[in-house]
C-alpha cells in the first residue's frame, strides 16, 4: 500500500468528533480555570481597595474566593485526565463500530481493542491455538477496561448536568461587572440619563458580596467612574468574560462527546453482531 493509502485507512478509523470535543474541552477548561482564578484575585483586590475598610467585612469572602481557586485546580486536573479517557473511548468504539460495518480495516492494535466489543477471535483458529501478538493482548486488556461505553455515556451525562450549573454560576460575575460598567457609561455621559450622577452607584452589598453593615459598601458617581477607567477593574471585567466563554465552550465539548458515546454505544448495542456488555 502506498503512503496516502496507509493514511486515508488511518483517517476513516479517526474520531473525529471526540478529536474536536477533546481539542475544545482541553480549551475551555483551560480558560475557564486560568482567567477565572486571575478575576477572582483582581475581585478580591477591588473589594479590598474602594468597597471595604474593615478586613472584617470581607474575610468570609476571601475564605470562598480561596476555596473556589482550589477548586478550580482540582477542576483542570480532572478534566484533562478525563478528556484524554473520552478520546481514548472514543477512538476504541470507533475502531468497533468501523469493523461492524467493514469499512475499516483494523490494525493489530484495533484487532486487539474490538475483540473485546465485537466477540472477536479468541486465539483458536482452524490449525489449533494461536499465539496472540504482545500489542494485541495489550490492548485486549486496555479494551476490557475501557469496554462499557454505556457507563461512559452516564458518567458524561451527570458531568454535563453539572457543569450546567457550573455556565449558569459563572455568567453570575459577568452580570455584576457589567452592570457596573453601564452605571460607568451613565455618569460618563450625563446627558443619556434623567438621574443625577450622584445617585448613580455601585453597591457591593445588594449583590451579597458583602455585609449590610460594611462601609462605604458602595461606590457613587465620580468615584465610581474613575475605578472603571482602572487597569485592574477593566482587567478583572474581560477575565470573567473569558472565563464564561471557556465554560461554554467546555459544555459544548460535553455535550459532543455524550452525543458522539450514545451514538457508538447504540450502534455496538443494537446493530453489532454478537455484540455483549
Known amino acids: 500500500l502506498g503512503l496516502l493509502e496507509c493514511c486515508a485507512r488511518c483517517l476513516i478509523g479517526a474520531p473525529f468528533a471526540s478529536l474536536v470535543a477533546t481539542g475544545l474541552c482541553f480549551f475551555g477548561v483551560a480558560l475557564f480555570c486560568g482567567c477565572g482564578h486571575e478575576a477572582l484575585t483582581g475581585t478580591e483586590q477591588l473589594i479590598e ?47 468497533a463500530v468501523r469493523q461492524i460495518f467493514g469499512d475499516y480495516k483494523t490494525t493489530i492494535c484495533g ?33 476490557k477496561w475501557l469496554g462499557h461505553p454505556d457507563k461512559f455515556v452516564g458518567i458524561t451525562y451527570v458531568l454535563t448536568i453539572v457543569w450546567l450549573l457550573v455556565f449558569a454560576c459563572s455568567a453570575v460575575p459577568v452580570y455584576i461587572y457589567f452592570n457596573t460598567w453601564t452605571t460607568c457609561q451613565s455618569i460618563a455621559n450625563p446627558s443619556k440619563t434623567s438621574a443625577s450622577i450622584g445617585t448613580l452607584c455601585a453597591d457591593a452589598r445588594m449583590y451579597g458580596i458583602l455585609p ?66
Open 49 to 95: 481597595t474602594y468597597f471595604s475598610k474593615n478586613y472584617q467585612d470581607y474575610e468570609y469572602l476571601i475564605d470562598v474566593i480561596h476555596a473556589f481557586q482550589y477548586v478550580i485546580y482540582g477542576t483542570a486536573s480532572f478534566f484533562f485526565l478525563y478528556g484524554a479517557l473520552l478520546l481514548a473511548e472514543g477512538f476504541y468504539t470507533t475502531g
Open 111 to 143: 484487532k486487539g481493542l474490538s475483540a473485546t466489543v465485537t466477540g472477536g477471535p479468541k486465539g483458536r483458529g482452524a490449525r489449533g491455538p494461536q499465539r496472540a501478538h504482545s500489542l494485541q493482548r495489550v490492548c485486549q486488556c486496555l479494551g
Open 212 to 277: 449590610w453593615n460594611a462601609f462605604p459598601g458602595k461606590v457613587c458617581g465620580s468615584n465610581l467612574l474613575s475605578i472603571c477607567k482602572t487597569s485592574e477593574f477593566q482587567m478583572t471585567f474581560h477575565l470573567f468574560i473569558a472565563a464564561f466563554v471557556g465554560a461554554a465552550a467546555t459544555l459544548v465539548s460535553l455535550l459532543t462527546f455524550m452525543i458522539a458515546a450514545t451514538y457508538n454505544f447504540a450502534v455496538l448495542k443494537l446493530m453489532g453482531r454478537g455484540t455483549k456488555f
